[in-house]
T-cell receptor, first 117, second 111 residues
């Protein structure tokens, strides 16, 4: 199957700093990528849909000015958590669809575990 | 009401047992259905899609009942390596193919 990478895999930062997470599709082009967040013992929650070359679409309750998304190329989307606070500590996972297959499967990155002190 | 609901478990079963998970979804217009597997502190991985006629992949059988908005996963001859959290996932009928995840059902297969 298609491969999606994320970087970094884990990050610890101080409250008030910004953290950038990269999501890359390694062997396919992804016009659409998705960003999810998962708190302990909870389900994955879609935060936003990232579209190459256009603005991201945010889910209700997700602050677009706090979670900045940039999808500058067909293989890279970035999520920046601005002015991070302890309540932003979570597991952030991206996914991408390989449109060339025609299937509706999303391939997930390995996730980034963010801890804000 | 949540988009997708699952019994969180945990299910603790002996090796070789048969175990079944159920899931219900609230949006009757949903079109695509999946079971994903998630190991601890890892990303979800697609286990199988769920088709209207039901489908089987080795020891795994998935069923869909659109009238009842109900999805099931049956695992036969459980292996230790089946221990994981199983996520019921539904695709919204409109929009950008967003996936809605259940909270998952935790399975532990005991030697």
């Amino acid at each position: 199957g298609a491969v999606v990478s994320q970087h970094p895999s884990w990050v610890i930062c101080k409250s008030g700093t910004s953290v950038k997470i990269e999501c890359r599709s390694l062997d396919f082009q992804a016009t659409t990528m998705f960003w999810y967040r998962q708190f302990p013992k909870q389900s994955l929650m879609l935060m936003a849909t990232s579209n190459e070359g256009s603005k991201a679409t945010y889910e209700q309750g997700v602050e677009k000015d706090k979670f900045l998304i940039n999808h500058a190329s067909l293989t890279l989307s970035t999520l920046t958590v601005t002015s991070a606070h302890p309540e932003d500590s979570s597991f952030y996972i991206c996914s991408a669809r390989d449109l060339s297959t025609g299937y509706n499967e999303q391939f997930f990155g390995p996730g980034t575990r963010l801890t804000v002190l | 009401r949540k988009e997708v609901e699952q019994d969180p478990g945990p299910f603790n079963v002996p090796e070789g047992a048969t175990v079944a998970f159920n899931c219900t979804y609230s949006n009757s217009a949903s079109q695509s259905f999946f079971w994903y597997r998630q190991d601890c502190r890892k990303e979800p991985k697609l286990l199988m899609s769920v088709y209207s006629s039901g489908n089987e992949d080795g020891r795994f059988t998935a069923q869909l009942n659109r009238a009842s908005q109900y999805i099931s996963l049956l695992i036969r001859d459980s292996k230790l390596s089946d221990s994981a959290t199983y996520l019921c996932v539904v695709n919204r009928a409109t929009g950008a193919n967003n996936l809605f995840f259940g909270t998952g059902t935790r399975l532990t297969v005991i030697p």
